[in-house]
């Protein structure tokens, strides 16, 4: 019991997740239902993905900025390039379109010593300047009906875009807390030089890493493009602030060294159950955005205030 | 060469500089130069007055808020909420036009923008909340706030032929275009208020080391508010522009801004760490993204081929500005 009780504070993202959840079920009669449940986990899943892999490069002390940009470009490619390729080809070419941008952000973090904000702002503004070129500006439509029906299908009685989240959810996990790697993510996040002076190979670790979250971002915008069996060129964006606000939401700080997967699969569902649930009371989409806003502050405030009282000294 | 550099420095000959310091220091002016000169050459519409103020008229509204988060970036801070607040100022702004008049529309967009700007400001300066955060959240909440003050739909002045709010974005004054003026007047003004007032170096003192301020006896989390409604106030500059030159304005018209401005802010070599930039380079940053997106169309190239040049510009700018005080072209890691 006490574990449980330090465990939820260690996290308090789940409180307002579990809140939030009684809350609705209450509130609205539609809510508490298994399809509901699933359709929160589908909504969340494109957010959740990249997320996933953003909470690694967040805790290394970074940032990805341009993965919505990334998520567009692939979604792009694996819609526009079937014709040529068929729907396997194209959609290997968006996912590798994904691990090359987050190669290219990361070895020029690696090699050049630019702020990784810097470095996937400008990555951001080209990728997003290369789906415009790419596309001529232009929707992209699936031909083949198998492309979307995958999108539409089901694996275990749940839709296959939230079996892929849960199961990319648990693989991140045990990556973060079982492996050298997750444990290198830490140190390097917690302190870059005397990770270095450790021996970790910290260029390589963090190249690592932005890959991961590149690969994540094109897997996200594929599987979003197969739900709606079409691609556009402004998909993903603002994704890249979503995405930062569930991790923070889940406690990862943004001056890097701690963090965790169950607190931004917190993050996520938070987003996913207040977006769902609001829907289904029928208020506005407008005033989710100015909830979402107020939590994030106020989830800093109290983060804040929690760790000035254990004499952590100044958090994120 | 050496004899050159040293030439730059008299009285400290005996002082090495080398070329990758020369360049850190002096690549983005030198780049400017090459843009202006390699468009000149390339294209024979770009070397003319008319082009002159298009590119600066192009640069106002991006450059107005630069201006602003400039002072927010030096004070070691980040502001990602500019581009919300630019939708809200001008859905406001151009929805009270046809309500209360220009003349009571415009100070009661001031008023209200501020207001926004005074609630960041007291979350970073007196709450001492992390800026990337606050800011980004208040970018969620300003966007919220905008579409239900409209309801969702897009806003413009219905008699627009009859009106002296078309000022700020069409009109001229001097030969000279107003957006332009604006840009300009507040880029020197702001420029003297950085360097020749105790209140610019405070912004300094803070972005270089808050604590050792602090102990110095500046009022900290004051300046970071100050700062804070600057960035409003500039953005504010830039709503009028907007909502002038459109005549309406779409709720969500700021989108993507609060980053292209960070970008011209970057890219005239404001460090994000704080404590160092100026205004004139911030301006120089923003030119050369318009100088960019302008010669490139002129030599016929498509519309987005200017951001993937953005993309290598701001890091090529960044690393030969971090790679001059490594005194080393590639990191250590």
Same mark, same amino acid.
């Given at each position: 019991?006490?574990?449980?009780?330090?465990?939820?504070?260690?996290?308090?993202?789940?409180?307002?997740?579990?809140?939030?959840?009684?809350?609705?079920?209450?509130?609205?009669?539609?809510?508490?239902?298994?399809?509901?449940?699933?359709?929160?986990?589908?909504?969340?899943?494109?957010?959740?993905?990249? #997320?996933?892999?953003?909470?690694?490069?967040?805790?290394?002390?970074?940032?990805?900025?341009?993965?919505?940009?990334?998520? #567009?470009?692939?979604?792009?490619?694996?819609?526009?390039?079937?014709?040529?390729?068929?729907?396997?080809?194209?959609?290997?070419?968006?996912?590798?379109?994904?691990?090359?941008?987050?190669?290219?952000?990361?070895?020029?973090?690696?090699?050049?010593?630019?702020?990784?904000?810097?470095?996937?702002?400008?990555?951001?503004?080209?990728?997003?300047?290369?789906?415009?070129?790419?596309?001529?500006?232009?929707?992209?439509?699936?031909?083949?009906?198998?492309?979307?029906?995958?999108? #539409?299908?089901?694996?275990?009685?749940?839709?296959?875009?939230?079996?892929?989240?849960?199961?990319?959810?648990?693989?991140?996990?045990?990556?973060?807390?079982?492996?050298?790697?997750?444990?290198?993510?830490?140190?390097?996040?917690?302190?870059?030089?005397?990770?270095?002076?450790?021996?970790?190979?910290?260029?390589?670790?963090?190249?690592?890493?932005?890959?991961?979250?590149?690969?994540?971002?094109?897997?996200?915008?594929?599987?979003?493009?197969?739900?709606?069996?079409?691609?556009?060129?402004?998909?993903?964006?603002?994704?890249?602030?979503?995405?930062?606000?569930?991790?923070?939401?889940?406690?990862?700080?943004?001056?890097?060294?701690?963090?965790?997967?169950?607190?931004?699969?917190?993050?996520?569902?938070?987003?996913?159950?207040?977006?769902?649930?609001?829907?289904?009371?029928?208020?506005?989409?407008?005033?989710?955005?100015?909830?979402?806003?107020?939590?994030?502050?106020?989830?800093?405030?109290?983060?804040?205030?929690?760790?000035?009282?254990?004499?952590?000294?100044?958090?994120? | 060469?050496?004899?050159?550099?040293?030439?730059?420095?008299?009285?400290?000959?005996?002082?090495?500089?080398?070329?990758?310091?020369?360049?850190?220091?002096?690549?983005?002016?030198?780049?400017?130069?090459?843009?202006?000169?390699?468009?000149?050459?390339?294209?024979?519409?770009?070397?003319?007055?008319?082009?002159?103020?298009?590119?600066?008229?192009?640069?106002?509204?991006?450059?107005?808020?630069?201006?602003?988060?400039?002072?927010?970036?030096?004070?070691?801070?980040?502001?990602?909420? /500019?581009?919300?607040?630019?939708?809200?100022?001008?859905?406001?702004?151009?929805?009270?036009?046809?309500?209360?008049?220009?003349?009571?529309?415009?100070?009661?967009?001031?008023?209200?923008?501020?207001?926004?700007?005074?609630?960041?400001?007291?979350?970073?300066?007196?709450?001492?909340?992390?800026?990337?955060? /606050?800011?980004?959240?208040?970018?969620?909440?300003?966007?919220?706030?905008?579409?239900?003050?409209?309801?969702?739909?897009?806003?413009?002045?219905?008699?627009?032929?009859?009106?002296?709010?078309?000022?700020? $974005?069409?009109?001229?004054?001097?030969?000279?275009?107003?957006?332009?003026?604006?840009?300009?007047?507040?880029?020197?003004?702001?420029?003297?208020?950085?360097?020749?007032?105790?209140?610019?170096?405070?912004?300094?003192?803070?972005?270089?080391?808050?604590?050792?301020?602090?102990?110095?006896?500046?009022?900290?989390?004051?300046? /970071?508010?100050?700062?804070?409604?600057?960035?409003?106030?500039?953005?504010?500059?830039?709503?009028?522009?907007?909502?002038?030159?459109?005549?309406?304005?779409?709720?969500?018209?700021?989108?993507?801004?609060?980053?292209?401005?960070?970008?011209?802010?970057?890219?005239?070599?404001?460090?994000?760490? $704080?404590?160092?930039?100026?205004?004139?380079?911030?301006?120089? $940053?923003?030119?050369?993204?318009?100088?960019?997106?302008?010669?490139?169309?002129?030599?016929?190239?498509?519309?987005?081929?200017?951001?993937?040049?953005?993309?290598?510009?701001?890091?090529?700018?960044?690393?030969?500005?971090?790679?001059?005080?490594?005194?080393?072209?590639?990191?250590?890691?």
């Amino acid at each position: 019991m006490n574990k449980l009780f330090a465990s939820i504070k260690k996290q308090p993202i789940w409180i307002f997740v579990l809140a939030c959840f009684v809350f609705f079920s209450f509130a609205s009669p539609y809510f508490f239902d298994t399809g509901n449940f699933t359709n929160i986990l589908v909504q969340a899943s494109t957010i959740g993905l990249i #997320a996933l892999g953003m909470t690694f490069v967040m805790i290394n002390g970074n940032i990805d900025l341009s993965v919505g940009a990334t998520l #567009a470009l692939a979604a792009s490619l694996a819609v526009g390039l079937q014709p040529e390729l068929g729907i396997t080809g194209a959609v290997l070419v968006g996912l590798l379109s994904g691990i090359l941008i987050g190669a290219l952000n990361g070895i020029i973090a690696w090699k050049t010593g630019v702020d990784a904000f810097i470095v996937t702002l400008g990555a951001m503004i080209g990728v997003r300047g290369l789906v415009f070129i790419y596309t001529g500006e232009e929707s992209f439509y699936a031909q083949d009906l198998a492309y979307s029906d995958f999108g #539409a299908s089901e694996v275990f009685f749940i839709p296959v875009m939230a079996f892929i989240f849960i199961f990319m959810t648990v693989v991140s996990h045990l990556l973060l807390k079982y492996t050298i790697h997750g444990r290198n993510v830490f140190a390097v996040g917690g302190n870059r030089a005397a990770a270095k002076e450790a021996g970790i190979r910290v260029g390589p670790h963090m190249l690592f890493n932005f890959i991961f979250v590149g690969f994540m971002a094109a897997l996200s915008g594929i599987l979003l493009s197969t739900e709606m069996g079409a691609s556009t060129p402004n998909l993903g964006r603002d994704y890249e602030l979503w995405t930062i606000t569930a991790v923070v939401l889940g406690g990862t700080r943004l001056t890097g060294g701690y963090g965790s997967i169950i607190g931004t699969l917190g993050g996520v569902l938070a987003i996913a159950i207040l977006r769902n649930g609001m829907n289904l009371l029928q208020v506005p989409s407008f005033y989710v955005l100015i909830i979402l806003g107020s939590i994030l502050i106020i989830v800093l405030f109290i983060d804040k205030r929690f760790s000035e009282q254990q004499g952590q000294g100044v958090g994120a | 060469m050496k004899a050159l550099l040293d030439s730059f420095r008299p009285g400290l000959t005996n002082r090495e500089i080398t070329p990758l310091q020369f360049f850190g220091k002096h690549g983005i002016t030198i780049a400017f130069f090459l843009c202006v000169v390699i468009f000149s050459l390339t294209t024979d519409k770009f070397l003319s007055t008319d082009n002159f103020f298009k590119v600066v008229m192009q640069a106002s509204i991006i450059g107005t808020i630069a201006l602003g988060v400039t002072f927010v970036v030096i004070g070691g801070n980040l502001d990602l909420s /500019v581009g919300s607040l630019l939708s809200f100022a001008t859905v406001l702004v151009v929805d009270l036009h046809d309500k209360v008049g220009p003349g009571m529309a415009i100070p009661l967009m001031f008023v209200f923008t501020l207001l926004i700007g005074s609630v960041n400001g007291f979350l970073i300066g007196y709450l001492r909340l992390n800026s990337l955060i /606050v800011t980004l959240g208040m970018l969620s909440a300003i966007q919220g706030i905008t579409l239900v003050y409209t309801g969702g739909k897009n806003v413009d002045i219905s008699n627009d032929e009859n009106t002296w709010f078309d000022i700020f $974005g069409r009109g001229d004054l001097f030969g000279i275009p107003v957006p332009a003026l604006i840009f300009i007047v507040s880029a020197i003004v702001l420029q003297v208020v950085l360097l020749k007032t105790s209140f610019g170096r405070k912004v300094f003192a803070i972005g270089g080391n808050g604590t050792a301020a602090l102990f110095s006896g500046l009022r900290r989390n004051r300046l /970071v508010f100050s700062t804070y409604l600057l960035s409003a106030f500039t953005t504010a500059c830039a709503a009028l522009i907007l909502g002038s030159r459109v005549m309406g304005s779409q709720n969500n018209v700021g989108q993507g801004y609060e980053l292209l401005v960070l970008a011209g802010v970057i890219l005239g070599g404001t460090s994000l760490l $704080g404590g160092s930039g100026s205004i004139v380079r911030t301006v120089i $940053g923003v030119l050369i993204l318009a100088l960019i997106q302008n010669g490139l169309q002129l030599l016929g190239y498509p519309y987005y081929s200017q951001w993937l040049v953005t993309w290598v510009v701001i890091i090529a700018a960044v690393w030969l500005d971090i790679a001059a005080k490594r005194g080393k072209l590639f990191s250590s890691y």
